[in-house]
């Protein structure tokens, strides 16, 4: 009889890790025991951080920070050992803003991501056009390849109709613009599985973000814009995918999955 192994697997955007650790970040940890946990927005460099923030209590723990002080920013913490790990996909434009730690692990590779936001004005709507664009074609690259891929974060993209709480309303808000929509349907035709629409394909009302304006949350006007993505071959590998809406701690909400290797 072989020996099988649950590896529990959980994404945040915690809009800033200190600000986080401060609400609840570490009796998140210790309750839900993820063996991977990956943040975006972290929003901090590790050596503005206190020891306990910088590891969570992991033996594996992978910072990409922006040049910028204060802004964007990944983090993957792990009990698995990664055999690589790099900070980005080699574009400066990119890994200057700490938006990537790609780990690979013996089963998969892990990408945790915070996608750009558009929504400032032409320029970033541009550049998150093109980082769109450059992340297709090296995911597709990797995949051609033969590698099995993980696609966890905040990719700043609510897809269908009932993953925002308005959508005529919506169509033509950053995040939820046809293009943006239009490039989640061809990530996903690339090979990608939305794990949670996986086992929960109708469900509505199940979000992971809302504003901090006008009472958001409370009347759950929110936006599911993180996810975990799987390519094919990991599916037969995946257990379960939720949202824990009631996480509260940042404006966003963590996403949880379970393999099973």
């Excluded at 839900?32 to 590891?55: F, G, M, R, V």
């Excluded at 040049?67 to 983090?75: E, N």
């Excluded at 900070?87 to 780990?103: A, N, Q």
């Excluded at 759950?220 to 071959?233: E, L, S, V």
Aim: proline share 4%; hydrophobic share 35%; charged share 25%.
């Amino acid at each position: 009889m072989t020996n099988s192994k649950t590896i529990k697997l959980i994404t945040w955007n915690v809009n800033g890790i200190r600000a986080c650790y401060d609400k609840n970040l570490p009796s998140f940890v210790e309750s839900e025991k993820p063996d991977i946990l990956c943040l975006q927005e972290t929003k901090a460099h590790i050596e503005q951080t206190e020891p306990a923030i910088q590891s969570l209590g992991y033996k594996n723990y992978f910072w990409s920070s922006a040049i910028k002080k204060g802004y964007s920013g990944t983090a993957t913490f792990s009990n698995l050992k990664p055999f690589d790990v790099f900070r980005g996909i080699d574009k400066p434009e990119y890994d200057s803003e700490g938006r990537i730690v790609w780990s690979q692990f013996e089963k998969f590779d892990l990408y945790n991501i915070y996608f750009p936001n558009g929504a400032s004005g032409q320029p970033r709507h541009q550049f998150k056009q093109n980082f769109l664009k450059d992340l297709f074609s090296h995911l597709d690259f990797e995949i051609k390849r033969g590698r099995d891929i993980i696609v966890v974060g905040d990719y700043n993209i609510a897809h269908l109709e009932f993953d925002v709480y308005a959508p005529k309303g919506l169509s033509t808000e950053s995040g939820f613009l046809p293009e943006e929509r239009k490039w989640m349907t061809e990530f996903l035709n690339l090979g990608f599985t939305d794990c949670y629409r996986h086992f929960h394909p109708e469900e509505k009302n199940m979000y992971s973000w809302w504003s901090y304006k006008d009472q958001a949350r409370l009347k759950n006007n929110g936006w599911r814009i993180d996810y975990i993505c799987a390519t094919k071959n990991l599916i037969k590998n995946l257990k379960s995918c939720e949202i824990l809406m009631n996480q509260l701690g940042s404006d966003h909400c963590p996403v949880v999955a379970t393999f099973e290797f």
